[in-house]
């Protein structure tokens, strides 16, 4: 699967765990204090786009209001690295998406709507309706937790 190229389990199991791995580096990018988080969309085994939790392009880096309560504008790493690919030459079609947390069910529905076929995560949240609609839809959900 990896992405467009067919590998063993082994190999396809080293490439998650470092593309996850990337993910949680770039996540540090965010100015989101209750929780960073980032993703990277590969296909063919090269980053096609990336995305961390933050605002929309022009807006102040302040994520959370005065009471630490996030703010409802603020983009999650997964809807970033789809709408980024939206504003590139690139296409999703049969990619894989590497999330450091799990998807919502709204970043669930991008990322059907975006023919990602493969989603690979690291910490579970709290919700489980985004993992659930992936799995719905036929998408391979695969969880690389600590």
């Known amino acids: 699967m990896g992405g ?3 590998m063993t389990n082994d190999k396809q199991q080293q490439f998650d765990y470092r593309y996850l791995e990337m993910a949680r580096i770039w996540a540090k990018n965010s100015y989101c204090q209750r929780r960073q988080v980032g993703a990277l969309v590969v296909k063919h085994n090269m980053i096609i786009s990336d995305g961390y939790n933050g605002t929309p392009s022009g807006f102040e880096n302040v994520c959370e209001d005065a009471n630490g309560v996030t703010k409802p504008y603020v983009l999650h790493a997964e809807a970033n690295a789809i709408t ?8 999703s079609d049969g990619a894989t998406i590497y999330i450091t947390a799990s998807p919502c069910i709204e970043c669930a529905k991008l990322i059907i709507q ?3 076929r493969r989603v690979v995560y690291g910490e579970k949240y709290r919700l ?3 993992i659930e609609l992936l799995e719905r839809a036929g998408i391979e959900v695969v969880y690389l937790g600590d």
Do not use: E, H, Q, V
Not at 84 to 91: G, M, T, V
């Open 4 to 6: 467009g190229y067919l």
């Open 114 to 116: 975006a023919g990602i």
């Open 84 to 91: 980024k690919l939206a504003r590139s030459s690139n296409n």
């Open 128 to 130: 489980t309706d985004g």
